[in-house]
């Protein structure tokens, strides 16, 4: 929650209290039928949040997409695509696709899984109707999907940040960060907390206490860095000694970066310069970047992958990103990394086969 929102909390509650009515309102439509939703012939899988804070949404449809190439299956992941503006719609992104068009994020997974489709649409009903026609995945992954009640899903993930299940708790914009009131959340199938950073006994107890009245399965996970890559010249190392490093973040949460990175490097950056979620950098704010880094004597600037795909034009060889891994501690006894599918009750829930 922003400090304003804090301030004028009194002022805003009354409005927060009119938007959850609403939005609560617009969930019942969709469950009577009275408003119409599309039911996808393959399984989808809905990837999405309560609040409007990053909680981590890219790498799990990025370790979803893992998991159907690991079980030869395509996937496809149906996007806004936000602030990407692309020529036409649908947009299918291509490794190679403009930023400008696509949007960071879905580059991002484009790049990632070239075997995948990943499909930019804000109408996700007509992108997922073009994926069927053109692509003919096995599986659909509804990108920031928990409030876009258009299209069905079989499985829906309602993913939390620690300050989601504290501070944060059911307080509805504008007086909080969250998209709905907690009610909403009785439509999630299962939780997933992202402890970034914090000790995950910690957030097990806060997820426990907050979420045990939906009687839903609680899957702890944490976006980890095992090393970083070189976003010029890609290659890859596990740590970079002993050099002190600027920390460049464009994301909606930075804090969680700089725990990456000192979790990672065993120290603090010698700055951190943070620009707002989705920034378009361009030349002029790499020269900014680079003063800062020459005023510093830093020989690493450090970034995110979403920042590192916006920057890879202006930048040159001093610019690094993370290489991230998903992390659940609850692994299956075989090391699958999507452990979800094999819980009995879920497998109700998923009714369609996933398997060929």
Request: charged share 25%; hydrophobic share 35%.
């Amino acid at each position: 929650m922003h400090p304003w929102q804090r301030r004028l909390s009194p002022i805003l509650l009354p409005a927060g209290t009119i938007y959850r009515s609403l939005m609560a309102r617009r969930a019942a439509l969709y469950a009577s039928g009275r408003k119409h939703s599309w039911a996808p012939p393959v399984p989808t899988v809905s990837v999405g949040n309560i609040s409007w804070g990053g909680t981590g949404k890219t790498p799990v449809c990025s370790w979803i997409l893992d998991w159907c190439e690991r079980h030869r299956l395509k996937g496809a992941v149906l996007t806004r695509g936000y602030k990407g503006k692309p020529p036409a719609l649908p947009y299918p992104v291509r490794p190679d696709s403009p930023v400008k068009h696509s949007g960071d994020e879905p580059l991002m997974l484009a790049r990632d899984h070239p075997t995948s489709r990943i499909i930019v649409d804000p109408d996700r009903v007509r992108g997922g109707i073009w994926a069927l026609e053109h692509f003919r995945p096995d599986l659909f992954v509804l990108d920031d999907g928990f409030q876009h009640l258009k299209v069905r899903r079989d499985l829906n993930l309602a993913l939390f940040s620690p300050a989601d299940l504290h501070e944060d708790w059911d307080r509805v914009i504008p007086a909080g960060t969250w998209r709905e009131g907690g009610h909403a959340l009785h439509r999630a199938d299962c939780f997933l907390v992202n402890t970034m950073g914090s000790a995950p006994e910690t957030v097990q107890c806060a997820a426990e206490h907050r979420l045990a009245p939906y009687e839903k399965k609680i899957y702890l996970f944490t976006v980890r860095a095992d090393g970083v890559i070189n976003v010029q010249t890609r290659e890859g190392r596990s740590d970079i000694g002993s050099e002190s490093y600027l920390l460049v973040t464009g994301i909606a949460n930075p804090d969680k970066v700089v725990r990456t990175a000192e979790t990672l490097l065993k120290r603090s950056p010698a700055e951190h310069m943070t620009f707002s979620d989705h920034h378009a950098f361009g030349e002029r704010e790499w020269a900014h970047i680079r003063t800062m880094s020459d005023r510093l004597g830093c020989r690493y600037i450090l970034c995110t992958p979403k920042d590192a795909i916006k920057l890879q034009n202006v930048a040159d060889k001093r610019l690094w990103t993370f290489r991230l891994n998903l992390d659940f501690p609850s692994m299956t006894a075989d090391g699958d990394i999507f452990p979800l599918w094999w819980d009995k009750e879920l497998q109700q829930k998923f009714h369609r086969t996933i398997s060929k």
